[in-house]
Each structure stands twice: as structure tokens, then as C-alpha cells.
């Protein structure tokens, strides 16, 4: 068992505030009553629009939040039901997540990109009634939907003393969907107790402050943004800046709003190295930390070079809330390093001293298992078999693959991301991805999907012949204009068997 800090004791609840905090929306209470009138919240002008910059202190975040959740209550939603909650990131957005949760009302987060058939699925899946959604959204027979706006939430608006919620920590607080471990959409039951949890162990870090201004780029719907956003934004009393997805002129935004953190996904940061006016500085930033995907080391090094700036980085997942790991104050590096575990957490890798083996968690910030009955959740000591990959090099965890990447091809194991990272050596290779196919012969083989400029699958090809041993190369290389993509840019793998899978059908 490797522990995250020596004397640092696993918790069931926050210590620093033990028993004051039942709900995450308790930390939206606690910043009213420290500092009032400062700014909680900014949500800037949009590029191009005429809508104006919205500002919320946390005095008058914390009213509207009570008067949204009395709505909320008497519009007959009862505590443990689900309410939806599907929109663009936003100040409304934000108010109806927290209002939602001082209800007591669980939330399921849905993607505003996702299809009508995919949130109706959601909704269906997780037994949800109610719908928080801008005008405009379909929405699917049977289920009731709620404005999500600032003229919809006034509306909705009611006494605060209609507000009651069981102050239970050990409540369901939100259903996010996650792939698991297993790679079949689920939706991991996360409680008050799992969301402050992580609070608390990222704010033992020390990394933000309440003179912080926090720039959240990141989908809302998704846990990076969800916890370790907003959550961090909540246990800091940092104000939050909130950018609705890629836009142009992000380093501007960074220097206008004098932004400190910066948290963003790999493909964001890619975005920001691009911008021409990125050499005017970056105002305030000190602390840039990336997620939610791989980070190629030639990005993290090129933006690093360009700005001064290190590239914190960290492993998550859904079920942890989302923190395991994080490089702050960690003395390794190299490809797949993530750092020691998060104060509190404790992680363990299963097989041979320094060989890589499956990865398990134990933390009073892990989930409740998968709805609707809590299957696949921790184990009766507390560990959590995530599926990843990995081993532990003086006390630091380095990632190597994904357990259900693992392709057995003629009975040797070879992980995609050693060959990813083989062809992410090749000139004008942007992007790799690798996955298995069933095979008659040899089990399965290799499929390589590579995006980039000037390639052909040849030169790929030819240049695997020189890396890889032979059970290693794929036999087979597709290059694509851009590879299919999630919210957070995270390559869509399963597309990509599918499409492996619709060849072979065709072969």
C-alpha cells in the first residue's frame, strides 16, 4: 500500500470544518458569511453578442442560490429525485447546479453538444423528471423542463425558508456519466461526502487562495470542470471566471480578467500556444495545469518554452471525484508522469514491485459505485480497481495505458500508448491513436489513426518498421484529417473501433 503523505490520515468528511459541511452548497454559506462582498463570480462578455459582462459576489451568489433551491422545492421536486441539467457554462448554470444540490435534488449533468436521442437516454437512464435547460432545447415526452436563465431562475425564485434538505454527507449529490472500467457508459453515483472530500484534499495543496482568480475552460457537464473547477473555485473562495468552451482570444481574456489558474484540457492548451498575441504575456498566470486527456510532452515543453510557465499536470477519473494525483511539489517527470497521490488519497498498484500493474485508489473521496444499485464501487476495505495502468517510482505515479486498451497480440501484451508515443515521434504527426481488432490468428491486432500534415500511411508504416518490434506494429494505418474528438478533446476510441469493426465486416 503506498500512502499519499506520511501522517497524512484518510477522511470520511473535510476535517478542517468537520460537521459543519454536509452539502457542497454548505461551501457557497460558508464564503458568504467570510467575505461578502467580493466578487464570487464573473461571466464576461461574450466575442461577439450583445450580451453584457454578469458579476455575482458571494453574498448575492448565496442568496439567489437559496431562492432558486426554495423554487426548486416548490415546484414539487422532493430531495433524491433527479433533476437534468443541460446548458452552456454560465452563471445560470452554476446557480442551478448549487441551488439543486441545497435541495437536496441530485443532478445529472448532460452535454448541450450531445444529441436529443443521447439526453433523452440520460434522462430516462437516471429516472429524471425535470430538465434545467435554456430555451430552445428539445425535450423528450414525459419530462418537465425548467428555464435556465437569469430570467427563468427569478422566475422560478421563491422563499428561502422553503429550503429543506436532509444534512445527510453520505447523499447522493450527482450521476455523471463515465465510460468506467469496463468501457460501457454508466453513471457513477458521486455523494456530498466524495464532492467535499476532494475539496479538502486539493485545498491541503495550497495551490489557490481566496486573492485567486480562477479561469474555468472546461465543460461543466464533465468532472474535471464539475469538481475540480468549481470545486476548487468553492473551497478557496478564489473568483471564478467562466469561458463557455474554445474561443479566440483566450490569453487576452487571461490578462483582462488578471486570471492566476488556469486549468484547460491539452487541445485548449494547444489553442492558446497558437495565438498570436500570446508573446504580450500572460498577465498574472503562475499556475497552469492540464487534464481531462493526455498531454503530449512536446506540448507541455513548447508551451513552457513560450511562456515560462510549467505545465502542472494530474490524474483523475469520475469515480475519484475527480483527484488522485497531481506534480505540484512531485520531483519526477518524463512521459505519463502524474505526480504523488492528492493529500488524503491512497494508491496502490497491483502485480510485481516496479512492473507496471492496474492502478487502485482508496480515499474518502471515491464514489458510491454505478446507479442505480452501486455495483462496481469500492471494495469492503476501500480500494477502487480504476483499470488504469501504471507504476509508482519513489512514491510518484507514472501512467502507461488503460487495462481495456491492452491489446494480446499472438499472446504478447502490448499498450497502444507505447505506440503512440513511437509514431508521435514522426515529423508532422499531430495526434495517434492506437486499438485492437479481433483477429483468427494471432487474437488481435494493431490499428493505428493518425492525424497530421504531409503523411501517408507508408511513411507511418515505415517508421513503426524502425521503432517497433514486429507484435508491436499495427497492421494496418488510417490518416485522418482530424480524429474524432469528446468535449474535453479527448480522443473518441470507441468511434474508432467501430470503425475498425465496419472494415473488417467489409473485408
Known sequence: ??????????????????????????????????????????????????????????????????????????????????????????????????????????????????????????????????????????????VTRLPLSEDGLAALAADPALVSSPADVESLAVLLATAGTSGRARAAMLTHRALLAHVEHVGRLGVLGPDDVLLATLPLFHVFGLNAVLGGWLGSGARLVLADGPREGLAALVRAEGVTDLPLAPSTLARLLAEPDLDAGLGRLTTVVAGAAPLAEELAAAFEARTGLRVERGYGLTEAAPGVTATFGGTGGGPGHVGPPLPGVEVRVDGEPGEPGEIAVRGANLFSGYWPDGTGGPDADGWFATGDIGYLADGELVLVDRARELVVVDGFHVYPAEVEHAIMELPGVEAAAVVGRPDARSGEQLVAFVEGRGLSAERVEAHCGQRLARFKRPVAVHVLDALPRGATGKIRKGLLREMTRTEQDRA
Not at 477522511?11 to 466578487?39: F, H, I, K, M, Q
Not at 458571494?58 to 433527479?82: E, I, P, Y
Not at 434522462?123 to 423528450?140: C, F, H
Open 1 to 142: 500500500m503506498q500512502s499519499a503523505q506520511p501522517g497524512v490520515p484518510l477522511v470520511t468528511v473535510p476535517p478542517a470544518r468537520s460537521g459543519a459541511w454536509s452539502n457542497v452548497a454548505d461551501l457557497v454559506a460558508a464564503r458568504a458569511a467570510e467575505r461578502p462582498d467580493a466578487t464570487a463570480l464573473v461571466q464576461p462578455a461574450p466575442p461577439a453578442g450583445p450580451a453584457p459582462r454578469r458579476t455575482l459576489t458571494w453574498a448575492a451568489l448565496d442568496a439567489r442560490v437559496s431562492a432558486v433551491a426554495a423554487g426548486l422545492s416548490a415546484s414539487g421536486l422532493l430531495a433524491g429525485q433527479r433533476v437534468g441539467l443541460l446548458g452552456p457554462a454560465s452563471a445560470d448554470w452554476v446557480v442551478g447546479y448549487l441551488a439543486a444540490l441545497r435541495a437536496g435534488v441530485v443532478v445529472v449533468p448532460l452535454d448541450p453538444g450531445a444529441p436529443p436521442g443521447q439526453t433523452a437516454a440520460a434522462l430516462a437512464g437516471t429516472g429524471a423528471r425535470v430538465l434545467l435547460a435554456p430555451d430552445g432545447v428539445a425535450v423528450p415526452d414525459g
